[in-house]
Each structure stands twice: as structure tokens, then as C-alpha cells.
């Protein structure tokens, strides 16, 4: 059971917008803290996509987006790309853990 | 930035084992590392972190008081010294760079840990 939760699996066509939750609770995202996103392609190991709720590191293209509202965060994902299958995290931090903590991932299909 | 971890290997129930992360890229001995583990077809664990100076270390509970997260500045190298291991430590372990917003930046490709007789 993860701290943060997500769901399991979603899907898309190819050019299409999908979108993955990540809801906390008042010691972690809702305590102001920041959530982060990592896409793991199979295999591999995870990269930073988005940090601080809607930041693109250099690299990661406009594609991907970032929102936070209270405790819940999304990531979105426009114009699907067969290169976007893989499976991704959401992290942040809480203070009732004194740790980090991860979502427990989102597999990504595309259709 | 590359970070590089090494010592993973298979090791019996009760038993002990160190890992090592290289570090290179970037100024080691001012940022924080973590180590976050990924058991076979499931979700990423945060391990344990460590401040850039060593002075302060914090742990997940499922390993606290069985592993030790320790670093080398001179050397540019991160440690976790893993004892007491269990079947359910058996993980692909990474190494991290922790951002200035607790975020993971950058990662190692990870090194193989199967306990088990």
C-alpha cells in the first residue's frame, strides 16, 4: 500500500491526451510539499520528467505537463507517442514519515 | 552527472552486503544522495538518503537498524552497508542525486540484489 496512490494502468491512442493521478494526504502533498515525476521505459532505470509540481527539466518535451491542487497531482501527456509506453511515479515527501515516498506507478499503454 | 553502483550480488538470508555508487559530474560532497529500490515487477522504495556532509541520515522504516548509508567525499563515492538481510530485500538498488526540492535528479543505472539459499 503506498503512501501515494495512483492508478494502476491507463491507455491511449497514439496522438491522443491521457492523464495520471497521484493523491496524497495533509502530511505530504497537501502539507505543501512538492511532487515530483519519473518515467521508467522498460529496463531501464527512472529519470526525472517533472519536479516541483510543473517543471520540465531540459530535455523533456512540452508534452509532458504538471499540476498539483491540494493533495492531489496529475500528470498529463498530449499528442501520445508509442515511445511514451512505460511506467511512471509520482514521489514526494512526508512529514509524519520523516521520509520520501513514491506512488506506486502508472503503466502506460498506447494503443 | 553520472553515478555508477556496483557490489550487488546474491547473498543468503541473515547475510551481509555492501553497496557502492560512484559519483562523478558534479560536486559531490554538497548534495545529498539517496539509494531507492525497485523489487522484481514491482514499485520504487525510498531507502535511506544521506545529507552532502554525511552529518545526518535518515532511513525507511523496513530497513532501519538493519542498513547504514554512509559516503566517502574524498573519493566521490556512496555506500549502503546492508545486514540481517531478508528474501523481501531482493531488489534492483539505485543510487541518487537528491535536488534542492527532495527530488530524485539523476540516477544510476542500479545494481542486483537477490537474497535468498
Known amino acids: 500500500q503506498s503512501v501515494l496512490t495512483q492508478p494502476p494502468s491507463v491507455s491511449g491512442a497514439p496522438g491522443q491526451r491521457v492523464t495520471i493521478s497521484c493523491t496524497g494526504s495533509s502530511s505530504n502533498n497537501g502539507a505543501g510539499y512538492d511532487v515530483h515525476w519519473y518515467q521508467q521505459l522498460p529496463g531501464t532505470a527512472p529519470k526525472l520528467l517533472i519536479y516541483a509540481n510543473n517543471n520540465r527539466p531540459s530535455g523533456v518535451p512540452d508534452r509532458f505537463s504538471g499540476s498539483k491542487s491540494g493533495t492531489s497531482a496529475s500528470l498529463a501527456i498530449t499528442g501520445l507517442q508509442a515511445e511514451d509506453e512505460a511506467d511512471y511515479y509520482c514521489?514526494?515527501?512526508?512529514?509524519?514519515?520523516?521520509?520520501?515516498?513514491f506512488g506506486g506507478g502508472t503503466k502506460l499503454t498506447v494503443l | 552527472v553520472q553515478l555508477a553502483e556496483s557490489g550487488g550480488d546474491l547473498v543468503q538470508p541473515g547475510g551481509s552486503l555492501r553497496l557502492s555508487c560512484a559519483a562523478s559530474?558534479?560536486?559531490?560532497?554538497?548534495?545529498?544522495m539517496t539509494w531507492v529500490r525497485q523489487a522484481p515487477g514491482r514499485g520504487l522504495e525510498w531507502v535511506s538518503t544521506i545529507s552532502g556532509s554525511g552529518d545526518s541520515s535518515y532511513y525507511a522504516d523496513s530497513v532501519k537498524g538493519r542498513f547504514t548509508i554512509s559516503r566517502d567525499n574524498s573519493k566521490n563515492t556512496l555506500h549502503l552497508q546492508m545486514s540481517s538481510l531478508r528474501a523481501e530485500d531482493t531488489a534492483v538498488y539505485y543510487c541518487?542525486?537528491?535536488?534542492?526540492?527532495?527530488?530524485?535528479?539523476?540516477w544510476g543505472q542500479g545494481t542486483l540484489v537477490t537474497v535468498s539459499s
Open positions: 541518487a542525486k537528491v535536488g534542492g526540492l527532495k527530488n530524485f535528479e539523476y
Open positions: 514521489q514526494s515527501y512526508d512529514s509524519s514519515l520523516s521520509g520520501w515516498v
Open positions: 559530474g558534479f560536486t559531490f560532497s554538497i548534495n545529498a
